[in-house]
């Protein structure tokens, strides 16, 4: 149907529609570098300018009173195929929508949403997904927050949960969801773990799943946490997954300087969360949008220049006799009684990334130690950053993790996480090893 057809029938004015971006030129596919610089926005839309406004407003403007109408028809699934348009800045913006659009490139997913933080996208896909009696079914370990919305709040609704180690074989992964007691409304990984950097078999859980579910009409779908390496090192949806989770606070944002999160996946699936976005308004500010749309056009410089970085501190870090174990997943390849995490990391990764698990000899004291006596590298919180952070995980992140589950993910007191940035990699090195002669 025409837009003048469409707006004889309904009295509704047609909207300027964006020209169609351009995804290929000459027969090539292009990269997702290059569609960050354009995808998804037309500058007529917004007096010609190259780079989208941010659009500061709680609300919009119906043309007529048919099409606010005709919107919320589509908004209460009275009509078919959704809603239309812009009507309320909790349900969606241009920022949002541009935003939303260009990272559903880097995984080739159908759609996606972005929310105000990672934890408000992981609750919310929870929130969308589980009902009382359920059983998820979790890969472990996890990020302690997200281990806390399971087991404490959805817990006291009546929701229970199963996890299986993060390098588990399709048996084991098996044997676990034969446990389940109830429905199980989410298969949830995180791969690899925070902080220890274990791998996640994505194709032997979607196996798994395949199997135990057997004749069933609808089987749990997968759900990733896939923010230490994605999208760059690793795309779960090539792999099995059917929704990927980020926190586009670290890679994605890059920059320190905003919180945010994003869920990419099928339509479908999307559509389910979407509603629920709509609901409880977990959505992603204008501002923040906007600044993850400046981001997303360096995530591959960015991303690149720290995993050459990580690779040469790495080696220096392997061999310094004060380190126990650098767990960097460009050394599973080589590392004795690896050979299961190797052969995922072959099979799913394309990188080892920036993030890893330094093990030094000792405990607390010397971890302590070295963290303090750090120049360039700052003693923080998160990852992905341009700046090195670096943190001590069994006392802070993981503080709450119960004793005996801290020690049999492997979270011990020798355990710093670093996240290597942008900078000079000689310069790293030269900090890490004045740090280190501190203990």
């Not at 700046?387 to 492997?410: F, I």
Request: net charge negative.
């Amino acid at each position: 149907m025409s837009d003048e057809t469409e707006a004889d029938l309904t009295g509704v004015p047609p909207r300027r529609r964006p020209k169609p971006s351009v995804d290929t030129v000459g027969g090539r596919r292009l990269k997702p570098a290059t569609l960050m610089m354009g995808h998804g926005y037309d500058p007529v839309l917004s007096e010609g300018s190259l780079k989208p406004p941010i659009f500061a407003t709680s609300t919009y403007v119906f043309p007529n009173a048919a099409a606010g109408k005709r919107h919320f028809e589509g908004v209460t699934g009275k009509r078919p195929g959704g809603a239309e348009g812009l009507v309320y800045s909790r349900f969606n913006g241009p920022n949002q929508e541009i935003l939303e659009d260009r990272l559903g490139v880097w995984e080739a997913a159908e759609d996606a949403l972005v929310f105000s933080s990672g934890m408000s996208a992981i609750a919310t896909l929870f929130l969308s997904m589980v009902q009382p009696g359920d059983t998820i079914i979790h890969s472990g370990p996890l990020y302690a927050a997200t281990e806390t919305l399971i087991g404490r709040v959805l817990g006291r609704f009546g929701v229970k949960y199963l996890d299986f180690p993060a390098g588990a074989t399709q048996d084991e992964i098996e044997a676990v969801l034969r446990k389940a007691e109830g429905r199980v409304p989410l298969i949830y990984l995180e791969s690899p773990a925070n902080p220890t950097n274990a791998l996640v078999d994505i194709e032997a859980v979607a196996a798994a799943r395949d199997t135990v579910s057997g004749g069933m009409a609808e089987k749990p779908p997968i759900a990733i946490d896939n923010t230490f390496l994605g999208p760059l090192w690793q795309q779960p949806l090539q792999h099995g997954a059917d929704l990927v989770v980020y926190s586009l606070t670290k890679y994605a944002g890059g920059h320190s300087d905003l919180v945010a999160g994003g869920v990419l996946g099928s339509k479908a699936h999307i559509n389910t969360i979407r509603s629920m976005r709509n609901t409880i308004g977990t959505i992603c500010d204008p501002n923040t949008a906007w600044m993850l749309l400046r981001s997303l056009e360096t995530l591959e410089l960015r991303m690149s220049r720290a995993g050459e970085n990580a690779e040469k501190v790495c080696a220096f870090l392997r061999d310094h006799p004060k380190v126990e174990r650098v767990g960097y997943l460009g050394f599973l390849k080589d590392a004795e009684g690896m050979a299961r995490q190797a052969d995922i990391y072959a099979r799913h990764c394309t990188g080892g990334g920036s993030t890893f698990s330094l093990y030094l000899k000792g405990g607390e004291r010397e971890a302590f130690a070295f963290l303090d006596a750090l120049t360039i590298a700052k003693l923080a919180v998160s990852l992905g950053g341009t700046e090195t952070l670096a943190s001590h995980p069994a006392g802070m992140t993981h503080l709450s993790v119960p004793d005996a589950r801290k020690a049999a993910l492997g979270i011990t007191d020798n355990l710093v996480r670093i996240s290597i940035g942008v900078e000079d990699a000689d310069d790293l090195i030269a900090d890490f090893e004045q740090a280190l002669a501190a203990i």
